[in-house]
């Protein structure tokens, strides 16, 4: 008898924990956010996810890559999602067409431009020079990585549009294959194709436009305002798992944050992710925490004004807000 009581306890007991578990479960907050594309330039949001970052702050994030920066904001603004994950720069435009709930930047993911300069040529001391008289295949004209290249270039002396054959009427997605098949002596490229392209012979990295450019918030969560206003938990609660994925990459060998990434890149080879993620981390392309400064703020809107897209400056209070990041840092 005594036997039976205990194991009747003990099936109780049992019973409670799992329905604390499922209870658990079933109280997760679903939040859904819009990457702009899949990149391992976003390497510490995939932490937060196969970590289970999200999960132990309360949430269930849903995540969808919307492909491009117009579709990714038009999702966020027709509420088909509650974050996005995409330029900054793209508050800005938003806000310049007189939306009456702007889109407000509350933590930033990444501190640098995402691209390569590639030459075709294998050269040994490489200066910004060498690219005067050359055929240069850049990117989509008024997007982020041409706007970044075109400021590189002019911090270099050089004139884009007249000391070089600058091609920019290639797709995004066609340009890798556009310079395999023969155009142009240089190209700007992300990763991974960037190091996919020096592993086969057929271009070679020779300067970063991340490390010339400088720091500015190029990938950055966003959310309107009437949407943070009603969910101020949840965005706290959201960047609080974001910190510690960002300090978790920088913690961890590039080995442990490949393999924690890996299910999102199912046809990246393993060592090309390694070389990707230590490549980003050497230039401190992965912002350490989610604070995103004013400095960053004003270097942007330097590099959009200097591109003839800028209506005119919006102050970094107007459409950055800081105190999720503040107090995620300070716990």
Known sequence: MKKLSICFLLLISLSVILSGCFAAQEELKTVRVAEVTRSIFYAPQYVALSQGFFEKEGLKVELTTTW?????MT???????DIALVGSETSIYVYQQGSEDPVI???????TDGTFLVSREKIEDFSWDDLKGRVFLGQRKGGMPQMVGEYVLKKHGIDPHRDLELIQNVDFGNIPNAFASGTG???QLFEPQATIFEMEGIGHVVASFGVESGH???TSYMAKQSFIAKNEEVIQRFTNALYRA???VYEQP???VAEAIAPFFEDTDHDVLVQVIDRYKAQASYKPDPLLEKSHWELLQDIIEEAGELKERVDYEVLV???FAELAMSQ
């Open 185 to 187: 002596e240089f190209v």
């Open 75 to 81: 999702t966020l603004l027709s509420d088909g999602a």
């Open 216 to 218: 500015v918030p190029y």
């Open 105 to 111: 930047n509350f933590a930033q993911l990444t501190q």
């Open 321 to 323: 807000n800081t105190t």
């Open 68 to 72: 491009g920066g117009d579709k990714t």
């Open 246 to 248: 960002q300090q978790w």
């Open 254 to 256: 590039s080995e442990e």
